[in-house]
């Protein structure tokens, strides 16, 4: 079978200056399993070993760790190990043949008494993505009338990946999309996030992907941008029948993946953990500690082939 095999490390480590007293955490660290995504073997481990330990579905359909703590702790260890294999995505896809945009726009609008689409639940504002006219008039440059909407998409990522620049620790997880599209700069997450506030703009749907990049591209590839820690990207619907699915390989119900940091279609470097409206939906740990003082947070991932 054509595809990648890939070996997922990602390991957290909080280090409290003083007793954590008691902590709850909900945790996003398994991938999901896709039609392009087979998870092949998964584990966790967290450390010290939790009080209490359970899990749930969000209304994503991301899977979510809840876990808690009734006892002194001074730090806080979260292993996630996983292994995956992809096969192509977009072996067959037709970009000039997808719709015009104005028509999958169209389509996902209300309308009284007219047909329901899921997908438009992802057409809104959220609670890092605000809809802005300067975001709007952007994404218009790309959507003259008549694009193919993949066409569209695709000359707004070039766009994003040209006209913003790639610069860690310019801003937090909860600058919002609207402060990084006036920087013209941020990290993965504000590329995704900039690009989604664009596609909405124009009444399109775009939800936010976060995941991971592989660190050994294959012989010949450059490496990619933000390989070194968690990912994010974009997907924006396309209506069905833009490729041809075969045995090995079938997109996902009309979502196609961008990734504006690398200016490429989110394929076989690129593995799924989660999906959401945005950062907010999908954050890889939060929760409520008591006690704590400073603390510092310390990151590996690696993505190799397996």
Do not use: K
């Not at 994003?160 to 402060?179: N, W």
């Not at 820690?229 to 833009?242: C, D, I, K, N, Q």
């Amino acid at each position: 079978m054509n595809g990648a095999r890939l070996a997922v490390t990602h390991r957290t480590t909080y280090r409290y200056s003083t007793l954590v007293e008691t902590a709850q955490h909900l945790a996003t660290i398994r991938p999901l399993d896709l039609p392009w995504q087979r998870v092949l073997a998964h584990r966790e481990r967290i450390e010290p070993a939790p009080s209490y330990q359970t899990s749930r579905r969000d209304a994503f359909g991301n899977e979510v760790l809840y876990f808690s703590f009734d006892a002194p702790h001074d730090y806080l260890q979260m292993t996630s190990e996983t292994s995956v294999l992809l096969t192509p995505r977009y072996d067959s896809l037709d970009i000039a043949a997808t719709p015009a945009w104005e028509d999958v726009e169209c389509m996902l609008r209300y309308t009284a008494g007219g047909a329901f689409h899921a997908e438009s639940e992802f057409c809104f504002a959220s609670p890092n993505i605000a809809l802005q006219p300067g975001m709007r008039a952007y994404a218009l440059a790309s959507f003259t009338p008549g694009t193919p909407v993949l066409a569209g998409a695709i000359d707004l990522m070039h766009r994003i990946h040209t006209d913003f620049e790639y610069l860690p620790s310019a801003t937090a997880f909860d600058t919002p999309a609207a402060r990084a599209f006036e920087l013209r700069h941020g990290v993965c997450q504000d590329f995704a996030q900039v690009m989604i506030g664009c596609l909405r703009s124009i009444g399109l749907a775009a939800r936010y992907v976060s995941g991971y990049l592989r660190n050994d591209p294959p012989e010949g590839a450059p490496p990619m941008i933000g390989a070194d820690a968690s990912h994010a990207w974009v997907s924006l619907y396309v209506p069905s029948g833009t490729s041809a699915p075969s045995a090995s390989s079938a997109p996902s119900a009309g979502w196609i993946d961008l990734d504006p940091t690398n200016d490429v279609l989110a394929d076989q470097g690129h593995v799924t953990l989660a999906i959401g409206r945005d950062y907010t939906d999908v954050s890889l740990l939060r929760g409520v500690i008591l006690g704590g003082g400073a603390h510092q947070v310390d990151v590996a991932v690696s993505v190799n082939a397996n």
